[in-house]
């Protein structure tokens, strides 16, 4: 399994679930990923070998588009020494550089190849439609491309991707059912996910104040990390919101299933 983020938020949560899944089945699984990330899974007790991938493949950075050719080839060298000494059977990418890098060095190699896709690709690609172009293209190569909901899947079929290889396997997290009606008054909020501007944590929090106009006792509780943390706290503070308004970072998996039964209500934001 490959993974170029460059630390631990869902989407490494649901490879943490692969993971597990299939070692419990009796395979052996080694992450590859940055040293950051590396770190962490191994702390969860997955076996993790770091690999220097850097940051997100982006055309405007221009060393990546220059080295392309030696990234790929290093790559290649990589997976050709670990299939020789373990005999892989299958690589796993769920993010677009390794799904770019390591797929065409699994292809080389002739290793069997899954994708995961977490979401709709106009978001993850800028709306740019080369890009998706060549998505589409190097789309051909995973033999499965796991959809984690029908409507990601529809989205990729929509794009022009094959639909008999796609399949929907849903990434959630399984909850007790409820002992009953919520007390009368609770208004306790809980959202969770990746810092960043496309997840919309922001729009929640400035809605806060009219929630907080017409239920006093509200509260909103948001996990996850990211690049704008301080951001949202100084978002908070800006709009009267400290004692109503916590950040509770990473926060592990039972840790949210804990948050998600103690809540009146679920925000999923999203800008994409």
Avoid at 155 to 174: E, S
Wanted: charged share 20%.
């Amino acid at each position: 399994m490959i993974a170029s983020a460059p630390y631990f938020s869902g989407g490494e949560q649901y490879l943490l679930d692969v993971a597990a899944a299939l070692r419990a089945r009796g395979h052996v699984v080694t992450v590859a990923a940055n040293r950051r990330l590396a770190s962490e899974l191994r702390q969860r007790g997955i076996e993790a070998k770091v690999l220097p991938l850097g940051p997100k493949l982006s055309g405007r950075n221009i060393i990546q588009v220059v080295l392309f050719p030696l990234w790929w080839l290093y790559l290649t060298t990589w997976l050709a020494t670990l299939h020789l000494r373990r005999n892989v059977g299958i690589v796993h990418c769920q993010y677009k550089k390794e799904q770019v890098l390591v797929s065409l060095a699994a292809a080389f190699l002739g290793i069997r190849l899954v994708w995961t896709e977490h979401g709709p690709l106009p978001g993850f690609m800028a709306g740019k439609r080369w890009l998706i172009a060549v998505y589409r293209i190097l789309s051909a190569l995973p033999e499965r491309i796991i959809a984690v909901s029908e409507a990601t899947r529809w989205d990729l079929i929509a794009h022009g991707l094959d639909g008999n290889k796609i399949v929907t396997i849903p990434n959630g997290i399984l909850t007790a059912p409820p002992a009953g009606p919520p007390p009368r008054g609770l208004a306790r909020i809980f959202s969770a996910g990746r810092l960043i501007a496309g997840k919309g944590h922001a729009l929640v929090i400035e809605a806060m104040p009219y929630v907080v106009e017409r239920v006093p006792e509200a509260t909103l509780a948001i996990a996850g990390d990211g690049p704008l943390a301080s951001e949202l706290n100084r978002l908070s503070e800006r709009l009267h919101l400290k004692d109503k308004v916590t950040l509770l970072g990473h926060i592990p998996r039972e840790e949210v299933r804990r948050q998600i039964e103690a809540s009146s209500l679920v925000v999923v934001p999203s800008l994409a």
